[in-house]
């Protein structure tokens, strides 16, 4: 008779580990979407996931949804999610000491990239554990980049013990004679980047492979370096997003302001490089004013200042409110409250013979049971979808016929005016130009800000000559009629390599907030006492309206919004020994340099009034 107290607990064992570095509570697309599946499946799993020793995002809402679905959470604590190869073979051994710890064999197993690391670890515990049923989802293309150039990477494979381990397995696979195999796979070698073996690894080792649409499917097969498209094909599935059922999309009530007596389009997302909204904006822009003042346009972004520069000169912008990201649940439930929701494509039709891309905020549109226009590439896979109203990318008519549609569906008192437009013909081309150098004067703003901090770094240097050989080519060009596309597209890459980039834009944020803190750091304790005590005086002797204008005070010392160095030099008539000794910037913005119409963060647009509008846009920037 067996021992009790040696017998395993079998009662909180599971059968399936789900692998993602990015899981829950990490607001992280890539665990949000593996969180919906085991919400799908309806089945408790363990999870493998970071734990990062670092500033990250969180949405603990979403996380205690699926609380109910989670057996085990396994951790592994670091500093940073592991991007070079011989990081990630480091991480795998860790991350492995951890999940054995379990002392339980999983049967199934799913990885999903991004991060490419998850892969990596789902292979790792295949290898020990050859009987798994190991699922690999992808949910772009990784070898290629957006422009269908092969994604630049360093790493090599060093260790000498991973690269005969892996080979020696391919070797099994080869002799199987059961596997149908047309020619032998190929082994890796020393320099095979990461981003191909993050593709090579799961297609040759993973017992199915999930793409979350059909396009992708094809192209990362059929433009793999190594000829196995059918070997792959064979345990493949293609499965689109996760839609979640109605009941959570009023889990998390917004109390957010919709006015009904509009027409409230919504966009939620980042307004980054090719997926712009020039084709929206141009045929809001031809609206009759009458159906204008009808119209709501919310953005949700993570970039909203941004946004505010880019409309700043539309007729349409009184009618765009711009907000901060929300959490997802807010999403989820706000997605119900509007009434047409805007989605767009990637442009892929230079690059890839077909579009591999399928935006994944689409599923969560499905689900909201509100109508969705799409702004499709022809034959892309959103282009497919059955939808209430589609336009195509490259065609601003097709934008305006659809616009129009709307209007007739949901505010037919007002049809009569789609016809009656300020814009004739002939000013369409006067439209673009203008839209065109408005869009320019925007890049060359933010260009000669991240300019201004770039040359303050000599590390940095080799990066502003790339910049500037880059912005010349698209300041020289003078027939912005000739291809009036093709301009815009450029205009908007040129905004995307040069400021969203995370490390640089990381290191831009370092270097100003060094230079915001530079009296203090320049300055003893006791002086900066004193220079603090005496902001306070000047504030309180100078200002009709103390108590707001030391809040004011308070969140521009802090807040990146206000950029000392540039304030500074471009408002010489301040002495910096002034200041230094005496005030600082922030305390001569509020006690004169509002009214006197200064800018204090480098010709951003803001058109604020008054000090109670300043203090509203610096709470929301906080």
Known sequence: MKNKNTEKNTSNICEDLIITSRFPPMNDVSGIVLSKRIMEANKKVDTFQIKLNSNVKYDYDFNNLIEKYINKRIYLEKTAIPIALDDIIQFTKEAMVEIEKVDHEYKNITSRS????????????????????????????????????????????HNQVFLEKINKTIDTINNNKSIDLKEDLPHINPDDGLYLLGEYLPYVFADKIRFTNHNQREIMLSEFPYNIKNFVMEKSEVKHHPILPKKYYHVKE????????????????????????????????????????????????????????????????????????????EFLNLSTKLDILIVNDTPTKKDFKINPYLPSKLADYLGSGSDIWAICEEDSSMDKFKLPYKSYLNDYKSSEDVLHQIIQDKLPDLKDYLNKTNMKHKDYENYFKSRLTSLNNVSETLYKQRLYWLNRSEIEKHNVNKINKKYDEIKNKTKISDNIIKENEEIHEILKKSFNDLDEKKKIINDKNMEINYYKNNSSILKRIFNDFFTYVYILLKSSDKNQDLEIYSLLKNNPWFNVGYYLSENKDISRIKWLKLLNPETHYICHGFYEGRKPNRHNKYNIKTKKELLKELTFLK
């Open 114 to 157: 991004w991060t490419i690391d998850s892969h990596f670890l789902a292979l790792e515990y295949k290898l020990k554990h050859p009987n798994v049923c190991w699922t690999a989802e992808f949910s772009d293309p990784l070898l290629y980049d957006l422009n269908n150039k092969v994604r630049p990477s360093n790493s090599v494979i």
């Open 254 to 329: 917004s109390d957010y302001n919709i006015d009904n007596n509009f027409i409230n389009f919504g966009y939620f997302g980042t307004y980054v490089g090719k997926r712009h909204l020039e084709y929206l904006f141009y045929a809001f822009e031809k609206l009759h004013p009458k159906i204008k003042k009808r119209i709501r346009i919310h953005f949700f972004t993570s970039n909203a200042n941004f946004i505010k520069n880019l409309i700043s000169d539309l007729s349409i912008s009184e009618s765009i409110i711009i907000n901060n990201q929300v959490s997802l649940l």
